[in-house]
C-alpha cells in the first residue's frame, strides 16, 4: 500500500499541506470551522514529503497541495473543497465520515 494511501486510512479528514502554503490554510480552517478536527500531514516538516508530494501528483493532485481527503476518499484540491462548500455538501460529507456530529 502506498503511503498517501495509509496515511488518508487512519482518519475520518486527511489534509496534505504545507506550513507555506495560504490555500492550504484557507482549506484547513474552513474544515475546522464546522468541528472538524484534521490529520494534517505539513509535507514540508516531513522527512518523507518529497515522496508523499510525488504521490499525490501522480494521484493527479494539480498543485499537489492542499490534499484534502475525507472518509478515505480523495476529495481534491482547494477548488473542490470550495465548490462543496458553496454547493452545501461539504458539511454532509464530513457528517458521514464521522468527522463531525451537527
Known sequence: MDTVASLASER???IF???SCCMSYSIKT???GFGANPTVYELDQMSNG???ERELLQRGCQPSVPAVFIGQT???GTREVMSLNLRSELVPLLKRA???FL
Do not use: D, N
Open 17 to 19: 499541506s504545507k506550513t
Open 12 to 14: 475520518p479528514v486527511v
Open 30 to 32: 474552513l474544515i475546522t
Open 98 to 100: 464521522g468527522a463531525i
Open 74 to 76: 480523495f476529495i481534491g
Open 50 to 52: 518529497h515522496q508523499i
